[in-house]
């Protein structure tokens, strides 16, 4: 009886401690093994942010800013080695950690370390520090005492947000790049040219600023369907080169890799209006002012087209230091090429079968530019029909076929299939939610998808890099529009692309975010009065 007593009480405690503590430990995404243990750290005005090595110093001082903007307190960061009683320690041991992006976090009464294998985990590591803080009811601020070890499922954890049906302040984007970075999503897909806008400023081409940036609508609607939507009136901007890598530095700041995307061979109806010589017809055109897929599309026998995207490219890769450049490649009717002589001479010319060819030279020719500077292309599915380019990375996004075929042939896949993770799609069946592109993407289908699909064997597993959702923006014509449809479904990826599919749990996820409310709320987000177990 005894015996039984004392187990019996030693369960009851441990229920007791995992209510109090697993309460209190609510980091997302879900990291990989989480221990909660007894006591907590107490963050005062005396406690000091130590960086153990000169390249953990821009985390102490994001760590700093965010501390005085939680707390009001301005905590001391150092650079030293030395580890002293009420400190935050950072390390960077890539010895000791050794995940790319991983990081440990230990939290005692007496100490904060956080051991990472690279900047980018110190980074994350902080994320997760800066989750945990608690603030009891007589305004102390507190970490609990807990040991975290972790580091990312998938290396490409991304966001990608369409510019150019509707266009987004630089202040916008940045309040969005802060939350992704929250979440450690580390990489920001621009998608900036489409037929309805071009919006980054090119040079060489002063055109693309003074028409390609404007239509003459507001709203973005379908034509037939919507004409409601439709008010004539002039809509347009471009983000400056400027612009453009103060967004690049801010994301870096933050680890968030910031690929560009230029599209062609199709969805460039903006650039024609522009230059009406690199369509195949000459033009007039107008910039698109409703959405769908325009037969109108880069002439692919026309050398000077290939200039124009050359130089186009050069002042691209100037401005972003990724590796990657998106080169879009969806959607290309081939209805110009068919008929166009110059077109038809270079399938001759280079002895192609067909028109898919034709756009498989045509991603090709220009893989080898971008090549030749050093960088690789990502391009939508598409680029897989006709043949596709030696090192092209494919983006999965109108199914998972596309990912799976890629894969079996040795390219590098992203994961992106509108079925699960368009952010742009309804996410419930509400009366009252706003008008959205036809598809439903609720939070507990994007938090249910595995982005290795089952028709893949280990081995080809390991050219999936990751996952993405994306945020096609016709139907988002401001800020808060977007965010409503943005949060908290991209907290859900976060947690597809971090965590292990198997060690995701949905009712789980659902408690730590109902936690994380406050933030959404804390950074003025639309999106913090939806009731996000309730009707979703
Ligand atoms: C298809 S996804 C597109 C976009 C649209 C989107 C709407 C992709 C590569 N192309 O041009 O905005 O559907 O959901």
Known sequence: FKYRFFAFLNLTLQFVCFFSFGQQINIIPKPVAVEQRVGAFKINSKTQILSGTKSALASAGFLKTYVKSLTGLNLKATQ?????????????????????????LEVSAAAVKITAADGSGLFYGLQSLIQIIKQSKTGQFSVPACKIIDYPAFSYRGMHLDVSRNLFSTATIKKWLDMLAF???????????????????????????????????????????EPHLFDGQRYGGYYSQEDVKDIVAYAMARKITVIPEIEMPGHALAALTAYPGLGCTGGPYQVATYWGVFDDVFCAGNDKTFAFISDVLDEVITLFPAKYIHIGGDECPKTRWKVCPK?????????????????????????????????????????????????????????????????????QVIMTPEKYVYLDYYQSHDRSEQIAAGGFTPLSKIYQYNPLPAGLKADE?????????????????????????????????????????????????????????????????????????GSI
């Not at 489409?194 to 600023?209: A, F, V």
């Open 183 to 225: 979440y450690k999503i580390n990489t920001f897909h621009w998608h900036l040219t489409d037929d309805q806008g071009w919006r980054i400023e090119i040079k060489k081409y002063p055109e693309l600023q003074r028409t390609a940036a404007w239509r003459n609508e507001t709203l973005i609607g379908h034509k037939r369907t």
């Open 80 to 104: 030293t080695a030395a580890v002293a009683k009420n400190g935050i320690q950072l390390l960077i041991d890539p010895v000791k950690v050794k995940h790319a992006e991983g990081y440990e």
């Open 461 to 533: 597993q390991q050219y999936i890099l990751g996952v993405q959702a994306n945020v096609w923006s016709e139907y988002l014509p401001d800020a808060e529009k977007a965010e409503y449809m943005i949060f908290p479904r991209i907290i859900a990826l976060a947690e597809v692309a971090w965590s292990k599919n198997e060690t995701k749990n949905y009712p789980d996820f659902l408690n730590r975010l109902n936690h994380h409310k406050r933030f959404l709320q804390q950074f003025n987000y639309a999106e913090s009065n939806k009731d996000i177990t």
């Open 343 to 411: 077109c038809q001479k270079r399938i001759k010319d280079e002895n192609l079968k067909d028109e898919h060819e034709l756009q498989s030279y045509f991603i090709s020719r220009v893989e080898k530019y971008v090549e030749s500077k050093g960088k690789k292309i990502i391009g939508w599915d598409e680029i897989l029909e006709g043949g596709i380019s030696p090192g092209a990375t494919v983006m999965s996004w109108r199914g998972e076929e596309g990912g799976i075929a890629a894969a079996k042939l040795k390219h």
